[in-house]
């Protein structure tokens, strides 16, 4: 299965623009890459997937490197409600099952 | 819609008793998860099931049964709990299962400890 790379932890200031990165170097081309966040005691939660374009949704960007081998979950403007742990994983033909593989993800800590 | 709900919320069990964990969603899907997550760790799949009426192993199914008799409902039974199983157990249900575009809609989880 191909894996992903994510920094244990990043910190950001309340109102400034977040960058959390993914390595996913061996990812296969019709592997989908999302994006999904634990906040404190709480289930995760679906973010934000895609292919090969960035793409946007309320929540957040999404920008994927031309060559695919890594993407940045973009928060545009951190809150407070936005420290949680932020998983990157890898859907697709590459990596069969139904289970989604977490890993460890980055711990985001937002600070006023 | 309150999306996916899971009982009880916690719960505290001596070594050998038996409980079940119960899972219900309201958003007609028919993929349904359960997971348990370990402190300082990811999410593993226990047990899942492809549509009412089937269920099928995950990646730690041992010392857990499941049973999805109504598409809205998927149970956990533990027959007889072992402190190993101290964990946090989250539901969760997809329209599709195993496809690159699904999405997994999660419960608030459940906190079990093991005496």
């Known amino acids: 299965d191909a894996k992903t790379t994510q920094p244990n932890s990043m910190e950001s200031n309340e109102e400034e623009p977040v960058h959390l990165p993914c390595n996913h170097s061996t990812i296969s081309g019709t592997d989908y890459i999302h994006w999904y966040r634990q906040l404190p005691s709480q289930g995760p939660e679906y973010v934000i997937h895609g292919l090969t374009s960035n793409v946007n949704n309320r929540m957040a960007s999404l920008a994927i490197a031309e060559d695919r081998k890594s993407s940045t979950l973009i928060l545009h403007r951190a809150t407070l409600r936005d420290a949680a742990v932020y998983y990157c994983?890898?859907?697709?033909?590459?990596?069969?099952?139904?289970?989604?593989?977490f890993g460890k993800g980055t711990s985001l800590l937002v600070t006023p | 819609n309150a999306g996916v709900t899971q009982t009880p919320k916690f719960r505290v069990l001596k070594t050998g008793q038996s409980m079940t964990l119960l899972c219900a969603q309201d958003?007609?899907?028919?993929?349904m998860y359960w997971y348990r997550q370990d402190p300082g760790m990811g999410l593993r799949l226990i047990h899942y099931s492809v549509g009412e009426g089937t269920t099928a192993k995950g990646e730690v199914p041992d010392g857990y049964n499941v049973s999805r008799l109504k598409k809205q409902n998927f149970l956990l039974g533990l027959e007889s709990a072992a402190p190993s199983q101290t964990s946090v157990y989250f539901c969760a249900s997809s329209y599709s299962g195993g496809l690159v575009g699904d999405t997994q809609y999660f419960g608030p989880g459940t906190r079990l400890t093991v005496l």
């Open positions: 994983i890898l859907r697709g033909n590459s990596n069969s099952g139904y289970a989604l593989n």
């Open positions: 958003m007609n899907h028919e993929y």
